[in-house]
């Protein structure tokens, strides 16, 4: 019963994302293309009205369900009778789509870092304030414009938020398959599963890998400025796809079109951007990056899952397919070797002043996942055999983790790529207990001691269960929303939320070493999390009284900072 009515649910996003897509193509006339890329037009189109609703602080509920029942009827009313061969291309990736249905939609576990301390939270604020913005200790507008927030939000207005993972890991993986299935290749199907997908949190993956896919395809400016603005509006890592993509088409309308299309996740943003100009002192960094090297031919095993060497050797085969496809199709030939030169740029010029090298690969992981496809599918159709022969000998360097990705979703229930920790009894209960035991009652009852309209600075763990609607909540995201140039604690701010003891905290100790050395964007981070730790820890002692205290989420007044 679960697995056929999720299938009645994602086919009816289908028809919802065909209509927005036939609606934009003919609004802006574009040659009528096959379903699956009207699709990912349609999710580019919903990305933007997203931003507008955003602006307008009316993304509630109400809006995304007449948002939904109108793509529905008009998907409906358009799409035509598929053939009996679009219907036998459907088998593969309706079977990967209940596999993931019957093993991951909802995961037995999430992130409790990213996701519960922040991805959750984005849907939650703005559906029930009516927009993602509202809190300047939050990374929003900086990591991500909030475009993947808004396609959550059809998740979590309407079905238990345990199921906020079934856009990206269930919808947009099967919609990357069903456009891969244009090719009529099954080895360029199949690679977008196969491929390691390093999955460590819900952040934009297979959306992304949807859009990008979609561009690559794309010839209308309009629409290509479409897919543009919605890969910016989902996360800032795709801006590094938009910018190599472009630079292979050169086409300044679609420049302009993408101008157009984001301005409204740029306007809702702006108040926090002026900061740029007004920022306060950036947090003292005296740690050093470490000197270290990468080889990118190296078999040893990525911290999130498979080898160096399976996604270079995946990439140099792109690359390959582009010189198949030089003479014949330019345009994707040329982006096929620009996705090799966005692999090094990704890995050596921003890991070691991001996150680190294997960070880096992670983040590039949904460009692998778009372009393999593209590449593999379109230059079979020019030299079958050899193609055929170049995918498989990439995608086998794929197994050992996909077999690991496999055991791990029967058994423990969810992809996450920290192996080391996601499948422990430890991990599993802590998740249960958040999703299912009573940790909704205790941040319902920390946030009852303040009164209804107070502002309240508040950093928990799992602030998606706190009512945004009740009071202004700048809530810490004990990240980029630390280290961002408007990041700072209302002036007017006199209540506090503090979860200073629970599974999910990290020891000062931690901070300390991690301040100490590292890639430099892990380095601030460390040291914004220790100071705001101590602030946090001398207001609460110098607090008059506590409003509440359980033991591990403590409520109180500020004496005056």
Not at 205 to 222: D, H, I, Q, R, V
Not at 341 to 354: D, E, H, S
Not at 490 to 516: K, L, Q, S
Not at 517 to 541: F, K, N
Request: net charge neutral; hydrophobic share 55%.
């Amino acid at each position: 019963m679960r697995v056929a009515l999720a299938l009645v649910v994602v086919a009816g996003a289908a028809f919802m994302l065909y209509g927005w897509g036939w609606a934009a193509r003919r609004l802006f006339r574009a040659s009528e293309a096959s379903w699956p890329v009207t699709i990912a037009s349609g999710m580019a189109a919903l990305v933007f009205l997203g931003g507008v609703l955003n602006l307008a602080r009316l993304a509630r509920p109400w809006a995304l369900g007449c948002i939904a029942i109108a793509g529905l009827a008009i998907g409906i009313s358009r799409i035509r009778r598929p053939e009996m061969s679009v219907l036998s291309r459907v088998l593969i990736p309706a079977m990967v789509l209940i596999f993931v249905i019957l093993t991951q939609v909802p995961p037995r576990a999430y992130n409790f870092h990213d996701d519960f301390q922040k991805y959750f939270a984005h849907p939650v604020r703005m559906l029930e304030t009516g927009t993602v913005f509202g809190s300047p200790l939050n990374d929003i507008g900086l990591d991500t414009l909030g475009g993947q927030a808004f396609l959550d939000g059809f998740s979590v207005a309407f079905f238990p938020i345990q199921y906020i993972n079934g856009v990206d890991a269930a919808l947009a993986l099967f919609l990357c398959m069903m456009l891969a299935c244009e090719f009529k290749s099954i080895l360029a199907t199949l690679s977008v599963f196969v491929i390691n997908p390093q999955y460590v949190n819900i952040s934009a993956l297979y959306t992304g890998s949807f859009l990008m896919m979609g561009a690559l395809m794309e010839e209308s400016p309009a629409i290509l400025g479409l897919f543009y603005a919605a890969l910016i509006a989902l996360k800032s890592t795709f801006v590094l796809f938009v910018a190599v993509h472009w630079l292979v088409r050169r086409n300044l309308r679609s420049v302009a079109f993408t101008a157009l299309f984001l301005a409204p996740w740029i306007l809702l943003h702006a108040p926090h951007y002026v900061q740029f100009l007004h920022a306060a002192a950036p947090i003292a960094d005296h740690g050093v990056r470490p000197l270290e090297s990468f080889n990118i031919f190296s078999i040893a095993p990525l911290d999130y899952g498979g080898t160096p060497l399976a996604y270079t050797g995946l990439m140099i085969s792109v690359a390959i397919c582009g010189a198949i496809l030089w003479k014949t199709k330019h345009a994707t030939a040329a982006a096929c070797l620009a996705m090799l030169a966005a692999y090094l740029i990704m890995v050596y010029v921003t890991g070691p002043r991001n996150a680190g090298y294997d960070q880096a690969i992670r983040y590039f992981a949904p460009f692998a996942v778009a372009i393999a496809p593209v590449a593999f599918g379109a230059a079979s159709a020019s030299n079958r055999w050899l193609v055929t022969a170049l995918a498989a000998v990439c995608l086998l360097g794929f197994a050992p983790s996909l077999l690991t990705r496999v055991e791990q979703s029967i058994h423990s229930g969810s992809e996450l790529a920290f192996t080391w920790l996601a499948p422990t009894p430890e991990y599993l209960e802590y998740n249960r207990e958040v999703l299912s035991g009573d940790v909704r009652q205790r941040v319902a009852a920390a946030q009852a001691k303040i009164p209804a309209g107070e502002e309240a600075v508040v950093w928990i763990n799992t602030p998606f269960f706190l009512d945004y609607a009740r009071n202004p909540l700048a809530d810490v995201e004990p990240g980029a929303g630390l280290i961002a140039p408007w990041s700072k604690i209302p002036r007017n701010a006199r209540y506090f939320i503090w979860e200073y003891n629970g599974y999910a905290n990290m020891d000062e100790a931690d901070y300390v070493d991690a301040a100490a050395d590292g890639p430099d964007y892990m380095r601030r981070v460390s040291a914004a999390r220790l100071s705001m730790t101590r602030r946090l820890r001398e207001l609460m002692q110098a607090a008059p009284e506590k409003l509440y205290d359980d033991g591990s989420i403590a409520v109180f007044i500020s004496a005056g900072r």
